[in-house]
C-alpha cells in the first residue's frame, strides 16, 4: 500500500532529479528526465485535489447558474444539467459532469457579455478562482 | 525504433551520395527541445575534413502539424536572402529511405545554444540587453521587407492576416479540445468582437519568434533563427506579440528573459521605421496568447490520442494551459490584479 500517493509522486520526481539525472550520459536523455520529473510533480500536485476542484468548480457554477432567469439562452438544458450529479466520486465521471457544466458557462458567459455586465463580471471571478485552485508551481513555470 | 549510431551512418551515407563524397561517422548526439521534430547533431568526415551538420527528421507524432517542405523552402528562401542569419540548409528528403521518415540536414552553427535557461546563467547577465536589442531588431529589420521579395511565393497571401489566424486557430481549439475551455473561448469571443482592419503592410512572420528558438553566443550574439515550421505571411505585429508574451519569462516584467516589454517594443519600432498601432497591437497580444494556447490544448490532444508519449507533448498540454489560462485571465478580466501578465502595451 502507497499511504500518499502525491507524496510518493513527488518523491519519485526528486528521486529522478537528483540521483538518476546526473547518471545519464546524453544531454537528450537529462532533459527527457527532466521533462519526466515535471509531469511527476504536476500529478503530485493535482492528485490529492483533482476530484474536491472540480466539485468546487460546480459548486460556484450551480449557485451562479441557480440564479440566472429563463430569459438566458439553453435555460431548460442548464436545469437538466442542475439536476445531475456525478455517478461517482471517481475522477472520470466528474470530470465528466465537470465538462457539462463549463459548456453551459461558455454559453452564460457568451450571453453575459452582450446584456449583463454583473454577471460576466461575476463569471470571470468565478474563472479566476477556478484558475487559482488549479494553479501548478513548477520551476520555471 | 533505431539506434544513434545506425541513424549517424544513414545521414553520412546519405550525404556521401548526395555530395558524390566520401562522407564518414565520426559522432552523432540527439539534441533536446526539438518538439515538432527529432533533431540530431551530426560529425562527420567530408573527403578527411570534419563537418558538422543537423538532421531533422519526422517524429510519428509532432506538438505542431506542419510541412517540412514548407519549412526547408522557407529557409532555403531566408537564406539567400539574407533577412534573417539561419542555418544553410543541404537537403530535403521526403522519402524516408534508411532513416525510416523524412528529414532534411542542415549546416550547423558553431559555438551557439538556444537554452532560454542558459540565459539566467550569471555569464549571460551582462550580455541580456546586446542580445535583446539584437533580437528585436532582427525582427523589426525582417518587418520592413516586402513578403515577395524574399522568393516566398510557395506562401499564401491573406485578404485579411488577423481574421486569417484567428479562423485557423480557433479551428485547432475547437477540434482538438478534450474538455471545454471557457477562458479560452472568451478569449476567441472578444479577439473577434474587436478584429483590427488589415494591416497596411504585410510581410514574413515567423511564426514562434521566441526565446529557445534562436541560438545565441556567450557574447550575446544571435548566430541564427531556428523553427520556422509556422511561417506565413502576415501582419508584423503578429511575431512581436508572440515574442512579448508572458509565457517566454518565468519573469513577470521581462520580455523573453531579456529587456521590460516596452524597450523591446521600441528597438522594433526603431529597427522596422513603423509606428505600432496600439489598438491593432492589444488584438495581437491577446491573440499570441490564445494562438499558444491552442497549440498546448492540440498537444494535450495528441499526447493523449496520438501514437507518441513524448513528456514534452503532456507538459505543454497541462501545466502550460494552465499558465497560458492565467495569463488570458490577467488580460482580460475586468478585475484584473495583473499577477501573471503586464497590462497590454
Known sequence: MIPAPGKTLADLALRIATDLMPALNTEFTQADAGLITGLLLTMAQDYERAVDNRMQDMQEINALFAKLGADVPRHEARQTYLAKAPASYHLDPVTALHGEAFEHLIDVHAWAEEHDATLDAAIWELLRAHSERNKFDLPNM | ?345
Open chain 2, 1 to 345: 525504433m533505431q539506434d544513434l549510431e545506425h541513424i549517424g551512418r544513414s545521414a553520412a551515407s546519405y550525404l556521401g551520395k548526395h555530395w558524390g563524397a566520401d562522407c564518414q561517422l565520426r559522432g552523432i548526439a540527439q539534441i533536446p527541445g526539438g518538439a515538432s521534430r527529432e533533431t540530431y547533431l551530426i560529425q562527420l568526415d567530408r573527403n578527411g575534413d570534419p563537418l558538422g551538420v543537423v538532421l531533422r527528421r519526422d517524429p510519428p507524432s509532432s506538438l505542431i502539424d506542419t510541412e517540412r517542405a514548407h519549412e526547408y523552402n522557407t529557409y532555403v528562401a531566408i537564406h539567400h536572402h539574407g533577412a534573417m542569419p539561419v542555418p544553410e540548409p543541404i537537403v530535403l528528403e521526403e522519402s524516408p529511405g534508411d532513416l525510416e521518415r523524412p528529414f532534411s540536414i542542415m549546416a550547423l552553427v558553431p559555438g551557439g545554444q538556444a537554452s532560454p535557461g542558459g540565459l539566467d546563467e550569471p555569464d549571460m547577465q551582462p550580455h541580456l540587453k546586446k542580445l535583446g536589442t539584437r533580437k528585436w531588431q532582427l525582427l523589426g529589420n525582417m518587418a520592413r521587407y516586402s513578403y515577395d521579395a524574399l522568393g516566398i511565393d510557395f506562401m499564401d497571401v491573406p485578404e485579411h492576416a488577423a481574421a486569417h489566424e484567428l479562423t485557423y486557430w480557433r479551428e485547432v481549439i475547437n477540434s482538438d479540445a478534450l474538455h471545454p475551455q471557457p477562458i479560452a473561448q472568451a478569449a476567441l469571443r472578444w479577439l473577434e468582437r474587436h478584429l483590427p482592419p488589415p494591416p497596411t503592410h504585410l510581410a514574413l512572420v515567423h511564426g514562434d519568434y521566441r526565446t529557445g528558438n534562436y541560438l545565441y553566443s556567450d557574447e550575446g550574439e544571435i548566430l541564427a533563427v531556428l523553427d520556422w515550421e509556422m511561417a506565413h505571411i502576415g501582419d508584423p505585429l503578429e511575431d512581436l506579440a508572440w515574442s512579448l508574451d508572458p509565457l517566454w519569462s518565468p519573469d513577470l516584467h521581462h520580455a523573453g528573459r531579456l529587456l521590460p516589454r516596452a524597450d523591446a517594443l521600441a528597438i522594433w519600432e526603431e529597427a522596422s521605421g513603423m509606428t505600432v498601432d496600439r489598438d491593432a497591437f492589444r488584438w495581437w497580444q491577446i491573440f499570441a496568447s490564445v494562438k499558444a494556447i491552442a497549440i498546448w490544448i492540440s498537444s494535450a490532444e495528441d499526447y493523449v490520442n496520438g501514437t507518441t508519449k513524448e513528456p514534452i507533448l503532456a507538459i505543454a498540454g497541462w501545466p502550460m494551459i494552465d499558465r497560458q489560462n492565467r495569463i488570458l485571465l490577467d488580460r482580460l478580466s475586468p478585475e484584473s490584479r495583473h499577477q501573471y501578465a503586464e497590462a497590454l502595451l
